[in-house]
Every structure is written in structure tokens, then in C-alpha cells.
């Protein structure tokens, strides 16, 4: 009889197990929690906040074609977690999602937009065959041999391409003038997909405090150039650890010219702690107790 003080404090439990059963009146399997561990589950608490300035900004993006968010916090303060959660509530909304995430040991430029680009490919040639073959016709009529280049750069492409597509790729380049040429061909191939796509592109870049310079020119590029802007029908966003990530790097930089040139404002989304509150409310969500 020590657990309750005042009346209120029932009702609002007793409104709990009634709101949310499946969590307050379900014992945990603690045999299986021995076995895997405690899940946190896919609920986001104390975020509420945060990812509704993310959707806005979004929104915004997709309606003028000129915002894009940048979302830092140290690392573990739950950006990812964030991202995945808004990844998933587009993706429900039809929205196109394209993902990449640069790794601190990777020397290779624009290894993180491949990468993002490779898995596109490979999930649009499965899923969504009528746009793929709306996105080769338009990149062979655009790009021709230069196709071969971008094969090389995101090998799952010539799933889209089909077999009559020829590989040669010119090996006469020096290494400066192939990364221009590449910014330029993902630069179109960026607007070709946006184009081609009847929801909007979302593309999503993880860790950039380890952007490589190849990759802020890239980004430079599609947001200034008029009709291959990554923007034109779609919303970019990105997440970094502000710890390890200072107002000089070459991002901030690149951010701030794109905005004097094109107006495109850039919403910063600041991750802190959670609060007691918030924290106590997803230990009891895990553990299926009521929080007091």
C-alpha cells in the first residue's frame, strides 16, 4: 500500500494499462531478455520535438525546393535512431529513401554516395521495374557512353540498364579530371531519378563530420545546378557529431555559399539528453512496467 500517495496516481496508471494493454499488462519473457538482451523497440521517446521540426522541414524542402537539416548531437544522443524513425515514416508515405554513411577508415572520395546510389539501384531493379526502365531509357538519351563511368561507380546500374549496355569505360582520365566528371554524371543522375519518381527523393547522409571534400563539392554541385538540384523534388538531410564536427569544417562552408546563392536555408536539429522523464518512460516501456 507504500506505491501510491495520492488517488491520481492510479488513475493515471490504471489509464495507462488501458491506453497501451500490449505494453502495461504483458509480463516480460525474462528468460528470452537472458538470451538477446533487452529491445527497445521501434517507439521514440522524448523525440517528439525533433522530429517534428525534421518533418516540417522536409515538407518545406519538397514544397520550395529550398531547405535542407543537418541533425548533431554527441555520439549514442540518438541521431540515427531519429533518422530510421523519420526513414520509416517516409517510406510509408511513399516517399523515395536513398541512404549512405561515411566511415572514418574510408580514404575513397564519394565512396558514401556510391554506396547510397549502389543500394537504390539494386532495390529499384527488384521493386519497381516500370521506373527503372523509365530511368535507363532517360540515362542512356543523357549520358550515353559516359553510362560506363557511373557503372563502375555503382555496379548494381547495369541491373537497370539492361543488356544492351556496353561497359567500356575510358581509361584515359587522370584522377582529378574522373572525380569532376563523376560529381557532374551523379549530379544527373540524381535528377533523372528525382524526375522519374512521382513521390519525393529523400536522400540521407550518416556521420558526415567524416565527409570527404570530393563529397561537399558533390553536394555543392546538385544544389546549385538548375534542374539536377537534389531538391527539386525531394529533401536532404544529414546527421553529425557536433563534438567532432567544428563551424569550420568544409559542410558548414559549402552549406552557408549555397545559401547566399540560392537561398537555401539549412535547420539545425540539436539533440540533448533525454530527460528523466522521457527516460523513465522508455525503461518502463521495455521492462512492461509502469513508470514509478
Known sequence: ???????????????????????????????????????????????????????????????????????CGTSGIGKSKLSEEFARSAKESGSIFISGRFDKLQSQPLHAISSAFDKYCAWLSVNDRSTAEKIATALKEYLGEDLASLVTAMPKLANILGDDFDSIENENDTAMDSQKRLRYLFCVFTGVISSCHEKPL???????????????????????????????????????????????????????????????????????????????????????????
Not at 522530429?51 to 535542407?68: D, F
Not at 553536394?219 to 527539386?232: A, K, P, R, S, Y
Not at 538531410?237 to 559549402?254: A, V, W
Not at 533525454?274 to 523513465?280: A, F
Open 1 to 71: 500500500g507504500e506505491a501510491y500517495e495520492f488517488i491520481s496516481e492510479v488513475r493515471d496508471d490504471l489509464k495507462l494499462m488501458i491506453d497501451s494493454p500490449n505494453v502495461y499488462l504483458q509480463d516480460i519473457d525474462l528468460a528470452e531478455a537472458t538470451n538477446v538482451g533487452l529491445q527497445f523497440g521501434s517507439s521514440l521517446h522524448g523525440r517528439e520535438a525533433e522530429m517534428q521540426a525534421l518533418k516540417e522541414s522536409c515538407q518545406r524542402s519538397i514544397s520550395t525546393g529550398c531547405e535542407v537539416a543537418m541533425i
Open 202 to 292: 529523400i536522400f540521407f547522409l550518416d556521420d558526415c563530420q567524416w565527409m570527404d571534400s570530393a563529397t561537399v563539392a558533390l553536394l555543392n554541385q546538385m544544389m546549385i545546378m538548375t534542374g539536377v538540384d537534389i531538391e527539386d523534388n525531394g529533401f536532404f538531410f544529414g546527421c553529425y557529431r557536433d563534438d567532432e564536427m567544428g563551424e569550420t569544417h568544409p559542410l558548414f562552408h559549402m552549406l552557408s555559399t549555397v545559401n547566399s546563392l540560392c537561398g537555401t536555408k539549412t535547420t539545425k536539429i540539436h539533440l540533448t539528453p533525454m530527460s528523466k522523464g522521457d527516460l523513465n518512460g522508455m525503461v518502463s516501456a521495455t521492462l512492461n512496467l509502469l513508470p514509478r
